[in-house]
């Protein structure tokens, strides 16, 4: 639906009510744009990810995996909710059942074979499972897959769609950076060698990043084969990828000790949070 641009929520294709609208105007309303639903997910995502570190010095290491999955349920409801007002339910429903299911074969694939990632398995900290693969981690690709998106959409505007797949699956992969060594610190998985030689990074094979490149673009392609990609509600995804990237960052450089990760995965999403700033134009702007 299209709305006209000088109204409060222009380009998120809601209309604001006319009350609110009589508010605004005359500054009787002090908060300059409406919180909607995924305003207030980001907000309680944001304070699970930081509350993770404190339960863990109160509690000790068993709330580090309710903290994984209360965090990544409520990110992916923020990133659900974000594409819900632009897209509706339908083309939302469509891209979950596609996107979930495929994560889910891949990562069965991986641990039960070895490819694309390398030979690794998950262990049974992280449940449910189903073909032991954790049901937590194929929406830990729904919750960032987006947010990808959103970043290759404005860096790649007017290229081919060649590149928006190459840049959605680099974005994508750079958050591995962080993720990686800090899941296999926690115990989440184990890969079958032992990689912590020289050649590896922080323990991790680098065919690991190979397979997640090849994973991300697979699915940004499936995805884009049941919904445009050319709506995406860039600014709140975007949004939602820098906090990620500052979290990330803080998490592992000041509570988790791992300051590798934490300095290469700040320089690689870094890298596309600042290509994406610097590429954005007015007719993205949306209210975040």
Known sequence: MRVNRNTPTAGLGVAAPK???TKAQTGNWAFPFRLRLYHWLIIAWDVIMISIPIMRWVLGDHVLHWGVLAGVTVQVAAVLAILHLNWGTKRTLAMTLLVLPAAWLIEWIGSSTGFPFGSYSYTNLLQPQLGH???IIPLAW???LPPAWAIAAVITQGRSRLWFVVISALAFTAWDFFLDPQMVGWGYWVWAEDHTAIGSYFGIPW????GWLASAALLTV???QVTEMDDLPVQPLILVYA???ILQTIGQLVFWQMPGPALVGFVAM????LL???AIKPEHAQRI
Request: no cysteine.
């Open 207 to 210: 065919v690991n990043f190979a």
């Open 222 to 224: 499936l995805a884009s």
């Open 243 to 245: 906090i990620t990237w």
């Open 133 to 135: 693969v954790p049901l």
């Open 276 to 278: 994406a700033l610097r």
């Open 19 to 21: 009350s609110a609208r």
């Open 270 to 273: 870094g890298l596309f949070v």
């Open 142 to 144: 729904l919750m960032m």
